[in-house]
């Protein structure tokens, strides 16, 4: 019939567009929700809107109308909705590309050498996908950090605990060939093991941080 010839883009548009938002919205973690919680509560209230419904803490006001499908407003709010979807997808695939660049940054500091420059370096590309994303206006960034902050001071926790045992190890083993070598011969049996011989050059690396 006529009339479902002229509903059925709007329909199309908003089955695109709510199927869309539900394809992306479960990328979104709880940790993460902060951060497009702007463009969550756009698309809510949207929605919310088409059907005379005030969310709660909704700062919008009401039309006191509900839109229907032979309403003058129906194109314009369906243009209105596909807009925030669009909007909702370009940040969230920011979002998660720059989680993508932290994750594999903190999958380095697991595995770097115990070099100060190469910390400082995956430290450096950490604060510069944080500086990127506040320069974007991500809401709520500072949630996000500490989040960050949290999983880089495990990592390096995990790592200084390494190294001491490490340290101690080889102190230990030092010790014990000393006085294995005076107990047999003296000075000329001392079989010297530290971070700076051969031995246990690869097993402890320096710690120069």
Known sequence: SEEAVVRYPYAMAIKTALRSYGAVRVLVTPELEPLVKPQLV???????????????????????????????????WVSNLTELVAKFEERVEQLLRACDKVDIALGLLEQVD????????????????????SLSGYADLASWVAVVDDRMGSVLSKR???????????????NAAIAKGGSDDGDKGEKR??????DT???????TI
Do not use: H
């Open 42 to 76: 756009a698309i809510r209230e949207c929605v919310a809107e088409a059907f005379d419904v005030k969310l709660d803490g909704s700062k919008t006001i009401t039309t006191k109308r509900r839109v229907r499908w032979d309403s003058k407003e129906m194109a314009d």
């Open 114 to 133: 115990y070099e100060a420059l190469k910390f400082q370096g995956i430290l450096r590309s950490i604060q510069k996908s944080i500086d990127k994303m």
């Open 160 to 174: 200084l605990d390494t190294a001491l045992k490490a340290w101690s190890s080889t102190f230990e083993d030092r």
């Open 193 to 198: 093991v530290g971070p700076n011989t051969n």
């Open 201 to 207: 050059k690869d097993k402890y690396p320096n710690v």
